[in-house]
């Protein structure tokens, strides 16, 4: 089912990510390959991965080195092959992903149960969002969904913030990538922190519509326009909550997908 948000650009940049991650998982299961080599084993032209390698190369994942030649060199210039940097090797990495769900439990079994780890996520978010207040506050009223989008970009979580389709009034804020998802999947506390924080920051309540971490392929946040409640629904329909309980619900569902 297509979530609410995905934009054909949209559809198009989340293709674009996974064939890049393909690219690099090739190159950290391989080593250090050339373009022939990437284009032979993820069935690409040679062209597509160049476009590829560029991008990767720009993002500091892989970086250009001559290929070192064993035995007699033959006439030519080496072919260039690519490997991955360090913060290309980071980003697959997941042991401090286990590190930190193994924290969180602890917290959760021996410190307070869930609302310990509740606790843990908002203090975690406000002291990690400074600058996204900071960019907030400094920005006008209706281009702060924007001025979010960025400093969330600038931390790694690739959003953008959208008119919304259909008949809402207001904005959609889309995180395409998100750095803790694998925790956030086993704590929902992560999301929910997150979202009362956006709430805070924007002076209006915000609905969580999807999430990574629940498996949709893109943390998807509703931000009505000027503040009004999420649009009536049709008549004969029940009609729709409050301003204050939506608050409340986006809060308790962030993390799961409401549908």
């Not at 720009?58 to 490997?83: C, I, L, M, N, S």
């Not at 956006?198 to 629940?214: D, E, K, W």
Request: aromatic letters at 6%.
């Amino acid at each position: 089912m297509k979530y609410l948000g995905e934009a054909p650009q949209e559809e198009a940049a989340t293709g674009e990510r996974s064939t890049r991650n393909r690219v690099a998982r090739s190159i950290l299961d391989h080593g250090p390959s050339t373009v022939a080599e990437l284009a032979r084993r993820l069935g690409l032209t040679q062209a597509a991965v160049r476009r590829h390698l560029d991008a990767l190369v720009a993002d500091t994942v892989v970086e250009a080195r001559e290929q070192r030649v064993y035995g007699a060199r033959t006439r030519g210039r080496p072919a260039k092959v690519f490997a991955l940097t360090d913060c290309g090797r980071d980003a697959f990495d997941q042991s401090y992903d286990k590190l930190a769900t193994d924290a969180l439990r602890w917290i959760a079994q021996s410190a307070g149960g869930e609302a310990a780890v509740a606790a843990f996520a908002r203090s975690r978010i406000e002291q990690s969002g400074a600058g996204y207040r900071e960019a907030v506050e400094s920005a006008a009223p209706a281009e702060r969904a924007q001025a979010l989008a960025r400093a969330l970009s600038a931390d790694g979580y690739a959003a953008t913030a959208r008119s919304a389709p259909g008949r809402q009034q207001g904005e959609q804020l889309c995180q395409h990538h998100c750095p803790v998802a694998h925790v956030a999947e086993q704590f929902p506390q992560l999301c929910e922190a997150e979202t009362e924080f956006f709430s805070q920051l924007l002076g209006t309540h915000v609905q969580r519509l999807a999430t990574i971490a629940h498996g949709d392929g893109v943390c998807t946040t509703f931000i009505p326009r000027g503040g009004a409640p999420p649009p009536a629904k049709d008549e004969g329909e029940d009609a729709p909550p409050s301003t204050e309980k939506t608050t409340h619900t986006s809060a308790s569902t962030a993390g799961r997908n409401p549908a």
